[in-house]
């Protein structure tokens, strides 16, 4: 049986953590008076489902059941989880817990809060101890972290019980030890944004250049290293105390305005607005979240590569799906998720072969990745080495189509490695490829068996993957008639 979230709030944020739990195979019930609220949480789930696959090596699971719950009682019923989300107005927040211990008062609530200390949103509550700041950020589906803030109040276990499952879920969980206000991050953008309003206001800068200023230069940085790293690193070798020795006097310089606030008069607004209208105008909301979406998954790709930041937190939620991971015995295994980039298209704006094979290496290493022949297994001497292709053309990709890679296999023994890979669009097969694959010490340079430990995780796909009818293309020959 599904384990069940509820979400009280289905903004930007409350459907944001809808998609998360339900993309992770939880049943969502959604509590929101706005009569858009289903559409608006349908459009950021598209959004979800058109991104989050993207980011996962292994099969995603079974989607959960999403319920539009009349009533605030309805919604968190049964819940295992609850997580408010709705405007920032301290005396909305206590009305809403009210009403959820009055039937729920020792079931987990979080709160999306990204002000309020935890103390301030327990307070006349039933049950204190049982509400506690969980505060993500926007696009919740994607981003990891969740700024975990409990009180002297809050029963710690239960914290530890949500954390465990905020990483479930994917989300990494940082333990913030004492209540402030605005908790550690937004502290952070508080400052940047402060700075930011002045120089516009002065006009030192626009805000397109000021958002240049930040996605060319430190953005990056801070994206794979933050700041105290990145701020060791420019102490050259010497580190830390260098940097501190040379820039440190620099703080007592008036650089910032950091303790003064720009008065939001009619024309600071309008300035403002104004400068954001001529540098994104151009895009819709939904154009410029879609391009956003598809910009943090190649940079979490990226850092998924190396091991890295939040690449590490995608690896660790991979690897605890993939030990309660049970091979479909019904239907190949859905191993990749991919969209038809500019690259990949040729004079005609069609897919190019090359790309059709691109794509089958992509469905083939996340399937090797799956049972244990990663990176690491490779750096050890050992590898899957492609023997023999067969690939057969069924339709056509063109740009921005989104693409997904299943993977059969035929038969597999101590040495070899058949499968059979589907590139398809809207579930229709583009493409069909056909590999052989040879388990290969690279150091001898010859095929020699797979480790048990390999094994162990190959075989029982393959024997859950015989009963599966076997495709009509498979040992076709070049040329052989439909």
Same mark, same amino acid.
Request: overall charge negative; aromatic content about 8%; hydrophobic content about 50%.
């Given at each position: 049986?599904?384990?069940?979230?509820?979400?009280? /709030?289905? =903004?930007?944020?409350?459907?944001?953590?809808?998609?998360?739990?339900?993309?992770?195979? #939880?049943?969502?019930?959604?509590?929101?008076?706005?009569?858009?609220?289903?559409?608006?949480?349908? !459009?950021? +789930?598209?959004?979800?489902?058109?991104? %989050?696959?993207? *980011?996962?090596?292994?099969? &995603? &699971?079974?989607?959960?059941? *999403?319920?539009?719950?009349? @009533?605030?009682?309805?919604?968190?019923?049964?819940? !295992?989880?609850?997580?408010?989300?709705?405007?920032?107005? %301290?005396?909305?927040?206590?009305?809403?817990?009210?009403?959820?211990?009055?039937?729920?008062?020792?079931?987990?609530? =979080?709160?999306?809060?990204?002000?309020?200390?935890?103390?301030?949103?327990?307070?006349?509550?039933?049950?204190?101890?049982?509400?506690?700041?969980?505060?993500?950020?926007?696009?919740?589906?994607?981003?990891?972290?969740?700024?975990?803030?409990?009180?002297?109040?809050?029963? %710690?276990?239960?914290?530890?019980?949500?954390?465990?499952?905020?990483?479930?879920?994917?989300?990494?969980? %940082?333990?913030?030890?004492?209540?402030?206000?605005?908790?550690?991050?937004?502290?952070?953008?508080?400052?940047? #944004?402060?700075?930011? +309003?002045? *120089?516009?206001?002065? /006009?030192?800068? @626009?805000?397109? !250049?000021?958002?240049?200023?930040?996605? &060319? =230069?430190?953005?990056?940085?801070?994206?794979? &290293?933050?700041?105290?790293e990145t701020y060791r690193v420019a102490g050259g070798e010497a580190g830390m105390k260098h940097f501190m020795a040379q820039f440190g006097p620099c703080l007592q310089s008036p650089w910032t305005k950091l303790t003064d606030v720009p008065e939001f008069t009619e024309e600071l607004v309008d300035l403002i607005a104004g400068q954001s209208d001529a540098q994104s105008g151009q895009y819709s909301i939904r154009e410029l979240e879609r391009i956003r979406d598809s910009n943090l998954v190649g940079f979490l790709r990226a850092l998924k590569d190396r091991d890295w930041g939040a690449g590490r937190v995608l690896r660790e939620h991979d690897e605890r799906r993939r030990v309660a991971f049970t091979p479909p015995k019904d239907t190949p295994m859905v191993m990749a998720h991919m969209q038809v980039l500019p690259s990949w298209i040729d004079y005609n704006g069609h897919m190019t072969e090359s790309r059709y094979l691109y794509a089958s290496s992509e469905t083939t290493d996340a399937f090797l990745r799956f049972i244990g022949a990663d990176m690491d297994y490779v750096a050890g001497g050992f590898s899957y080495y492609t023997a023999e292709s067969h690939i057969m053309h069924r339709g056509e990709a063109k740009l921005g189509d989104h693409l997904t890679g299943t993977l059969q296999v035929l038969s597999a023994d101590e040495k070899r490695l058949h499968v059979f890979v589907s590139i398809q669009k809207d579930g229709q097969d583009v493409a069909t490829i056909e590999q052989m694959l040879l388990h290969v010490d690279m150091k001898a340079g010859h095929a020699t068996a797979a480790p048990q430990v390999i094994r162990d995780r190959l075989l029982p796909i393959a024997n859950a993957h015989a009963d599966l009818p076997r495709p009509k293309a498979v040992g076709r020959a070049t040329g052989q008639r439909k």
């Open positions: 049986m599904a384990r069940k979230a509820a979400i009280i /709030g289905g =903004g930007v944020i409350g459907g944001g953590w809808a998609a998360r739990f339900l993309l992770n195979g #939880w049943d969502v019930a959604v509590f929101d008076p706005d009569p858009e609220a289903a559409r608006k949480i349908n !459009e950021v +789930l598209a959004n979800a489902r058109a991104a %989050l696959p993207a *980011l996962s090596d292994i099969p &995603m &699971m079974a989607e959960g059941v *999403l319920t539009m719950a009349d @009533t605030l009682t309805d919604a968190v019923e049964g819940a !295992e989880y609850i997580q408010e989300s709705v405007s920032e107005r %301290l005396e909305l927040k206590h009305r809403v817990f009210a009403q959820i211990q009055q039937s729920c008062p020792d079931t987990l609530i =979080g709160s999306s809060t990204s002000g309020f200390k935890p103390s301030e949103l327990q307070q006349n509550a039933a049950n204190p101890a049982m509400i506690f700041v969980a505060h993500p950020f926007n696009p919740v589906y994607l981003l990891p972290l969740a700024e975990v803030v409990p009180s002297a109040a809050s029963d %710690l276990e239960a914290i530890e019980r949500a954390k465990k499952i905020l990483r479930e879920i994917g989300m990494f969980p %940082l333990h913030v030890r004492k209540e402030i206000d605005a908790h550690i991050a937004d502290r952070f953008l508080e400052a940047v #944004w402060r700075e930011a +309003l002045w *120089l516009v206001k002065d /006009g030192v800068a @626009t805000t397109e !250049e000021i958002d240049e200023a930040i996605r &060319m =230069g430190f953005g990056l940085r801070w994206g794979q &290293m933050g700041l105290f």
